[in-house]
């Protein structure tokens, strides 16, 4: 039987091997999120500047371009001298009156309409000023009808000095005119700039954003995936322990210890290799048993009678050589004979105990009492040897349900196993505790231990670390306790030494009702 691997318990996931790949994913996809959203945001704060210029800047500069064309001209033709003026003129700047005042409405509702509704709260602002720039130029320019209609009548009349008059009155009106609208122009066109050169600063930025959010992206993405095939290698070590225990190695490995699936997976992998290998060590076992147990009945058939037959002439001849004064050298011969014939009827005996081992007639009874008879029954013999009998039983035990004839028989042999580990004498401590839902009574020595690569093969038949025994007390042992539903392991034990640990189920609670009420054993 294989030694008992020690696989710790599945720990507990605190997260999902689902959920950790969903979430390195979810972060990469918030991060690819973030870059489109600010790209979409930069587009539309892009195309709000190109809109605010276009639908908003651009009518008002050409309205505000078209009325300074129509003031400088009408400017010009105002301050010509008299002598100058040809009879159309007259007709000129009436229709450049006319054409400003239309001109002045139309700049007017550029600004307060499509300035105003497509600009920011810098941009409405200008746009009020604006509007109230012009409201009051146009103000200054409301009796310019009267004073130009007494320059027609003056000039009719020839009255160069009533000519001079208007002139001195309207001409400086008009120039003031002009250079207010010029400064309302520069104003707009000042704007212009600024606000272009606030959306190309913008995109510049906008653009170095969006790089530096896309390398982010990109590093982060790199990161989930190297995050992710972390997460996922454990796998491809499952993948080689599972190929490697389909090729037959079932040796104990230590499980993965990441707190996932995998992990539990893989504590749950590793409990069910050494369950395979110890089913198939028992199977093993089994069979070499079943192989004694014929050999046994040949053993019986072949060589008990015979060894009967010798062992009762030797007695007839020790009684011929003692009436013929026979020399002591043929009376050792014949002694010698003797012992060796013992040893083959020994040897006979065990085989036949392996192959005609009875079912066990179980029943619910005190284990710690049997306990104390065996080792007060093997106390004499390990006196002897030099070795003392230490025995602690935790009470009270629960009732066990098991054979006693057997269990006495196991437990007498991992005695002699431990008496015959320390020749030089020492302590054997025989410890009886409850465990779960089981009894353990441990058998422990000190001698020189068992090294970890024979320990594996202690309950094999006819394998011994000793140089005389046939190798069957500990398979036979063993074979009790699987009898019972029971185990019998081999650890080592601390500070030297080895210990057995035989492992009986407790008793079911109608057996044990019947053990209290005082049910004969």
């Given at each position: 039987?294989?030694?008992?691997?020690?696989?710790?318990p599945?720990?507990?996931?605190?997260?999902?091997l689902?959920?950790?790949?969903?979430?390195?994913?979810?972060?990469?996809?918030?991060?690819?999120?973030?870059?489109?959203?600010?790209?979409?945001?930069?587009?539309?704060?892009?195309?709000?500047?190109?809109?605010?210029?276009?639908?908003?800047?651009?009518?008002?500069?050409?309205?505000?371009?078209?009325?300074?064309?129509?003031?400088?001209?009408?400017?010009?033709?105002?301050?010509?001298?008299?002598?100058?003026?040809?009879?159309?003129t007259?007709?000129?700047?009436e229709t450049?009156?006319?054409?400003?005042?239309?001109?002045f409405?139309?700049a007017?509702?550029?600004?307060?309409?499509?300035?105003?509704?497509?600009?920011?709260?810098?941009?409405?602002?200008?746009?009020?000023?604006?509007?109230?720039?012009?409201?009051?130029?146009?103000?200054?320019?409301?009796?310019?009808?009267?004073?130009?209609?007494?320059l027609?009548?003056?000039?009719?009349?020839?009255?160069?000095?009533?000519?001079?008059?208007?002139?001195?009155?309207?001409?400086?009106?008009?120039?003031?005119?002009?250079?207010?609208?010029?400064?309302?122009?520069?104003?707009?066109?000042?704007?212009?700039?600024?606000?272009?050169?606030?959306?190309?600063?913008?995109?510049?930025?906008?653009?170095?954003?969006?790089?530096?959010?896309?390398?982010?992206?990109?590093?982060?993405?790199?990161?989930?995936s190297?995050?992710?095939?972390?997460?996922?290698?454990?796998?491809?070590?499952m993948?080689?322990?599972?190929?490697?225990?389909?090729?037959?190695?079932?040796?104990a490995?230590?499980?993965?210890t990441t707190?996932?699936?995998?992990?539990?997976?893989?504590?749950?992998?590793?409990?069910?290799?050494?369950?395979?290998?110890?089913?198939?060590?028992?199977?093993?076992a089994?069979?070499?048993?079943?192989?004694?147990?014929?050999?046994?009945?040949?053993?019986?058939?072949?060589?008990?009678?015979?060894?009967?037959?010798?062992?009762?002439?030797?007695?007839?001849?020790?009684?011929?050589?003692?009436?013929?004064?026979?020399?002591?050298?043929?009376?050792?011969?014949?002694?010698?004979?003797?012992?060796?014939?013992?040893?083959?009827?020994?040897?006979?005996?065990?085989?036949?105990?392996?192959?005609?081992?009875?079912?066990?007639?179980?029943?619910?009874?005190?284990?710690?009492?049997?306990?104390?008879?065996?080792?007060?029954?093997?106390?004499?013999?390990?006196?002897?040897?030099?070795?003392?009998?230490?025995?602690?039983?935790?009470?009270?035990?629960?009732?066990?349900?098991?054979?006693?004839?057997?269990?006495?028989?196991?437990?007498?042999?991992?005695?002699?196993?431990a008496?015959?580990?320390?020749?030089?004498?020492?302590?054997?401590?025989?410890?009886?505790?409850a465990?779960?839902?089981?009894?353990?009574?441990?058998?422990?020595?000190?001698?020189?231990?068992?090294?970890?690569?024979?320990?594996?093969?202690?309950?094999?038949?006819?394998?011994?670390?000793?140089?005389?025994?046939?190798?069957?007390?500990?398979?036979?042992?063993?074979?009790?306790?699987?009898?019972?539903?029971?185990?019998?392991?081999?650890?080592?034990?601390?500070?030297g030494?080895?210990?057995?640990?035989?492992?009986?189920?407790?008793?079911?609670?109608?057996?044990?009702?019947?053990?209290?009420?005082?049910?004969?054993?």
């Amino acid at each position: 039987m294989t030694a008992r691997t020690s696989v710790p318990p599945p720990v507990t996931a605190q997260r999902s091997l689902a959920t950790r790949v969903l979430v390195s994913f979810a972060v990469a996809l918030v991060a690819f999120a973030i870059t489109v959203g600010f790209s979409v945001v930069a587009q539309r704060k892009a195309a709000k500047d190109s809109e605010e210029l276009a639908r908003g800047y651009v009518p008002v500069a050409l309205e505000l371009g078209e009325l300074r064309a129509v003031q400088t001209t009408l400017t010009t033709l105002v301050e010509k001298s008299p002598g100058e003026r040809d009879p159309s003129t007259r007709l000129v700047i009436e229709t450049l009156v006319k054409v400003r005042r239309a001109t002045f409405a139309d700049a007017r509702a550029a600004v307060t309409s499509e300035l105003y509704n497509y600009g920011g709260e810098e941009t409405r602002d200008l746009a009020l000023s604006l509007a109230g720039e012009l409201d009051a130029i146009e103000g200054q320019l409301k009796d310019e009808r009267a004073e130009f209609d007494a320059l027609w009548a003056a000039l009719d009349r020839g009255d160069a000095d009533a000519v001079n008059r208007v002139l001195l009155a309207v001409g400086p009106m008009e120039i003031e005119c002009n250079k207010r609208l010029r400064a309302l122009s520069d104003r707009v066109a000042a704007r212009m700039n600024q606000v272009g050169a606030d959306a190309e600063r913008r995109e510049q930025r906008a653009i170095w954003q969006l790089v530096g959010l896309a390398g982010f992206t990109l590093a982060l993405g790199i990161a989930v995936s190297i995050h992710t095939r972390r997460l996922l290698q454990p796998l491809a070590r499952m993948t080689e322990r599972a190929q490697a225990v389909a090729r037959g190695d079932l040796t104990a490995q230590p499980p993965l210890t990441t707190d996932d699936e995998i992990g539990q997976l893989s504590v749950a992998f590793e409990r069910m290799v050494g369950a395979v290998a110890r089913a198939q060590s028992r199977a093993v076992a089994n069979e070499r048993l079943a192989a004694i147990g014929k050999m046994a009945a040949h053993v019986t058939h072949e060589i008990r009678n015979p060894l009967s037959s010798i062992g009762l002439n030797i007695e007839l001849l020790e009684e011929d050589l003692a009436s013929a004064n026979a020399s002591a050298e043929a009376r050792g011969l014949l002694g010698s004979i003797t012992r060796e014939v013992q040893r083959l009827e020994h040897l006979s005996e065990e085989y036949l105990r392996v192959a005609r081992l009875p079912q066990p007639r179980m029943e619910a009874d005190d284990i710690a009492a049997v306990v104390r008879e065996v080792v007060a029954f093997s106390t004499p013999e390990a006196t002897r040897a030099g070795c003392t009998l230490a025995v602690t039983v935790d009470d009270p035990l629960p009732p066990v349900l098991f054979d006693d004839a057997q269990i006495r028989q196991a437990l007498l042999n991992l005695l002699r196993n431990a008496r015959e580990a320390m020749p030089d004498g020492g302590t054997i401590d025989v410890v009886a505790r409850a465990d779960g839902m089981s009894v353990v009574v441990a058998v422990q020595d000190r001698g020189g231990g068992i090294p970890e690569e024979i320990r594996a093969r202690v309950f094999d038949p006819f394998f011994s670390t000793k140089g005389e025994g046939t190798g069957l007390g500990l398979a036979i042992t063993r074979q009790i306790l699987e009898a019972h539903g029971g185990s019998l392991t081999c650890e080592p034990r601390e500070g030297g030494g080895t210990t057995f640990e035989l492992a009986l189920p407790i008793a079911p609670a109608r057996a044990s009702a019947v053990l209290g009420a005082g049910a004969p054993r």
